[in-house]
Every structure is written in structure tokens, then in C-alpha cells.
């Protein structure tokens, strides 16, 4: 199964985005839905993340009070809004699925996510 990402491109430092990922499974609401970024020379990270039940939400320090992941069950997506962006945003952004519980620990673990996207650009210029 193939996560696919959209909704990436160049902005400027402040400005927003809004990025979208579709995820093509069959019982959708049963999995966690998470954000991880990789910007380069870097590791992947951890951005934010949202559990199956409750839609309970998780963020990295760096984004919080910035960014909200929400999910739309009923069309079996995941989005990403990004407000006051910075140039440190700069990162390829990719969507994972785990079937794993959401809590606050598990999210925030990427061996635990079975799918993957293939990532969508994030550049922002200062």
C-alpha cells in the first residue's frame, strides 16, 4: 500500500501550506496517522501525529501552536496545516500509518509505521 502526499511547494518564511495525504486503506479509521519530515544531511523526525480512536493529537515541540494534523475518515485522509512557516520548516514531509495504539510514546516512533509516502517538498525561503 502506497500513502501518496500532495500540497508541497515554495513559500516564503510566514506564509502557509496546507499538505494532504491519501491513504488508500481499507479499514482507514483503524490506524494512526503520522507527519515526519526529513530535512537534508538529517534524520527523519517526527512533526506530528494523530490516533486512530479519539483523534487524539500529537506535536513536536517545533511545530506546536503552528501546525494541526487533522483526519476525514470518510475520505480516508490526513492533513498537515502549516502556518508561519520558517526556513528550518525545510524538510521533505512524509505520511505513515501504524497500526500501533496513538498514544503520546508510540506516534512519535517511526520503526512503528508500516506504510509509508513517497514525501512531498517543503521549502521555505527566509
Known amino acids: 500500500v502506497q500513502l501518496e502526499e500532495s500540497g508541497g511547494g515554495l513559500v516564503q518564511a510566514g506564509d502557509s501550506l496546507r499538505l494532504t495525504c491519501a491513504a488508500p486503506?481499507?479499514?482507514?479509521?483503524?490506524?494512526?496517522m503520522g507527519w515526519f519530515r526529513q530535512a537534508p544531511g538529517k534524520d527523519r523526525s517526527f512533526v506530528a501525529g494523530?490516533?486512530?480512536?479519539?483523534?487524539?493529537?500529537y506535536y513536536a515541540d517545533s511545530v506546536k501552536g503552528r501546525f494541526t494534523i487533522s483526519r476525514d475518515n470518510a475520505n480516508n485522509t490526513v492533513h498537515l496545516q502549516m502556518n508561519s512557516l520558517r526556513a528550518e520548516d525545510t524538510a521533505v514531509y512524509y505520511c505513515?500509518?501504524?497500526?500501533?495504539?496513538?498514544?503520546?510514546?508510540?506516534?512519535?516512533?517511526?520503526?512503528?509505521?508500516?506504510?509509508w509516502g513517497r514525501g512531498t517538498q517543503v521549502t521555505v525561503s527566509a
Open positions: 505513515g500509518a501504524t497500526r500501533s495504539l496513538g498514544t503520546a510514546v508510540t506516534v512519535r516512533d517511526s520503526r512503528g509505521y508500516i506504510y
Open positions: 486503506l481499507v479499514t482507514f479509521s483503524a490506524y494512526t
Open positions: 494523530i490516533s486512530s480512536m479519539n483523534a487524539n493529537t
